[in-house]
């Protein structure tokens, strides 16, 4: 079983729709989770955190499942600067001072004018 | 800040080739790390260097070797280049208890 998994889209959606992914993890010691963007031939970058209780960075809400071990990405009012690859990722701490990511492979948005 | 570099953008081998890829961070980052991208796999991380002086395999390490020259610069070798290791590589770097990396823009590699 993959460890990170994702809906690889595509999504096409128009302007102005509302959109979720979803991600689900298996390694249930893991402790930290992101959703990083990659624009085409780009590099990730962060999006935002996800925790437990939810949270909101204005048209985008991130949700955790920590029993379900499910985490989502509902992104509102959708603009055409939106379409990206959405990268799920997880991480237990490692213990050595350092984090691994590891990454789900990607589902990929596009916004239709 | 330039954040994270790296260097070459692009490079075409040919199999048994080796090359260096260099990674550089200017902000004083502690951790850095190096992935491979594949279409259809996602990012798989190579090694990583928790701090100056230490490194650790990753998922995938055969094939590679690292060296973490100071605190600023972190190389990937590939000693003997083979087709499988075509893929695009993107170095990273974060704080040792930071969950956020941030990463370089990537260097395209082919390997023919």
């Known amino acids: 079983r993959k460890e990170v998994e994702q809906d690889p889209g595509p999504f096409n959606v128009p302007e102005g729709a509302t959109v979720a992914f979803n991600c689900t993890y298996s390694?249930?010691?893991?402790?930290?989770f992101f959703w990083y963007r990659q624009d085409c031939r780009k590099e990730p970058k962060l999006l935002m955190s996800?925790?437990?209780s939810g949270n909101e960075d204005g048209r985008f809400t991130a949700q955790l499942n920590r029993a379900s071990q499910y985490i989502s990405l509902l992104i509102r009012d959708s603009k055409l600067s939106d379409s990206a690859t959405y990268l799920c990722v997880v991480t237990p701490y490692s213990g050595a001072g350092s984090y691994q990511l590891t990454f789900g492979k990607g589902t990929k948005l596009s916004v239709i004018p | 800040n330039a954040g994270v570099t790296q260097t070459p953008k692009f490079q075409v081998l040919k199999t048994g080739q080796s090359m260096t890829l260099q990674c550089a961070q200017d902000m004083n980052h502690n951790s850095m790390y190096w992935y491979r991208q594949d279409p259809g796999m996602g990012l798989r991380l190579i090694y990583y260097?928790?701090?100056?002086?230490?490194?650790d395999k990753g998922e995938v390490p055969n094939g590679y070797n690292v060296s973490r020259l100071n605190k600023r610069e972190f190389s990937l070798r590939l000693e003997s280049a083979a087709p499988s290791q075509t893929s695009v590589y993107f170095c990273a770097s974060s704080e040792p208890r930071e969950e956020t990396q941030y990463f370089g823009p990537g260097t395209r590699l082919l390997v023919l």
């Open positions: 390694n249930s010691a893991s402790q930290s």
């Open positions: 260097s928790a701090s100056e002086g230490t490194t």
């Open positions: 996800v925790y437990s």
